[in-house]
């Protein structure tokens, strides 16, 4: 069993940054890929981005590419997402996940944290 929690979310501008982190406890020897996803009101949940914990490897949406960066601390179990040049449309709850395989669904979820850009 994996538990996440995510941290790190609030209000910002336009333009500013925001670092969300994700602590990972119990079997993440477990763990293929942790990554993040978002949701926000009327909205379906959206894949963000995510990294793989062998070799750290990193996929993002395109809606946040050039923006966005996920890294992971495997020593601490905890990946991150800094976030730079937000926009109002990034306005959403952010979830971290993760998954046991490359094929497999994300099994584990945090509870989310707020993000909230505001113009």
């Known amino acids: 069993q994996v538990q996440l929690v995510e941290s790190g979310g609030g209000l910002a501008q336009a333009g500013g940054s925001l670092r969300l982190s994700c602590a990972a406890s119990?079997?993440?020897?477990?763990?293929?890929?942790m990554a993040w996803f978002r949701q926000a009101p009327g909205n379906e949940r959206e894949f963000v981005a995510v990294?793989?914990?062998?070799?750290?490897?990193?996929w993002y949406a395109d809606s946040v590419k050039g923006r966005f960066t996920i890294s992971r601390d495997n020593a601490k179990n905890t990946v991150y997402l800094q976030m730079n040049n937000l926009k109002p449309e990034d306005t959403a709850v952010y979830y971290c996940?993760?998954?046991?395989?490359?094929?497999?669904?994300?099994?584990?979820w945090g509870q989310g944290t707020q993000v909230t850009v505001s113009s």
């Open positions: 996940a993760a998954k046991a395989s490359v094929g497999g669904r994300y099994n584990y």
């Open positions: 119990g079997h993440t020897f477990s763990m293929y890929s």
């Open positions: 990294i793989t914990l062998s070799r750290s490897t990193t």
